[in-house]
């Protein structure tokens, strides 16, 4: 979850304590041909060749998205409850050769599957290192600003406060059904452009970097773009809980708990 300053009143559930101004969260009516034409909310041309389906699943009722979203029976009390979203499985594999514009230079460097915040139709450290087991959030000039273990079978509950004014990040992290915490004081993002040019879309989804191909010349190997190998494999993540939330009613962090900000 990614909290911006605006202000659009469009909320999916009560645990939300602010008014959501993007809703990622998939509806359990949300159906793999509406991925494959990019309906609201999400445009879905960041893929490889194939129908957008392909490459993310909506699992249903398969797997219970992050506890911390879930609508409760009895509010004082974490179950029974049941989710008003669907989790997302978005896939790579060496299909997913984004090819920019559907005309451009191939990114063969790359297998990324992405799905881009969208609105009425509109848009709205690259070397592997030590922590590539960890899951990293990076300010605008790429520093680690908040890492922490990658951990199987776990929702990872992340928020990070973005001030456009201010040009600060914050980060909130959490476990499973555990309601976020701040992981970071509030953080200088100075390199980020000013105004809208700062702002840009909203992405989520995989992302794989290519391993250096000794072939290529020493010149070309900076290139992770279109210069590489991949393995080949096929991978995945789960997704579910994802919304941008204005602060004029505080933070929220989960299990009906907010935090004046």
Do not use: C
């Amino acid at each position: 979850m990614v909290v911006l300053r605006a202000v659009l009143p469009i909320i999916l559930g009560t645990l939300v304590q602010g008014a959501v101004i993007w809703d990622g969260r998939a509806p359990l009516d949300y159906t793999p041909l509406q991925l494959d034409v990019s309906a609201d909310p999400y445009l879905t041309v960041v893929k490889g060749a194939k129908p957008a389906s392909l490459y993310t699943q909506l699992v249903g009722k398969d797997v219970t998205p992050t506890p911390i979203w879930l609508e409760r029976l009895h509010p004082e009390h974490p179950w029974p409850a049941y989710a008003k979203e669907q989790t997302l499985r978005v896939f790579i594999g060496n299909s997913s050769v984004f090819v920019p514009g559907g005309t451009g230079t191939p990114q063969k460097g790359f297998r990324r599957t992405e799905l881009i915040a969208q609105r009425n139709g509109s848009a709205a450290n690259l070397k592997p290192d030590i922590y590539a087991g960890y899951i990293k959030i990076l300010d605008h000039s790429l520093n680690v600003i908040y890492k922490t273990l990658f951990r199987d079978e776990t929702w990872h509950n992340f928020a990070v406060i973005v001030d456009w004014d201010k040009s600060t990040l914050q980060v909130f992290f959490s476990p499973n059904e555990r309601s976020l915490r701040p992981v970071t004081g509030v953080k200088q993002n100075p390199t980020v452009p000013k105004g809208e040019a700062g702002q840009g879309d909203f992405h989520f989804g995989v992302l794989k970097l290519p391993l250096v191909d000794p072939r290529d010349p020493l010149e070309v190997r900076g290139d992770v773009v279109h210069y590489g190998i991949q393995e080949g494999t096929v991978e995945g993540l789960m997704y579910s809980g994802v919304f941008i939330e204005d602060l004029k009613d505080g933070l929220s962090l989960g299990n009906s708990a907010k935090l004046d900000v």
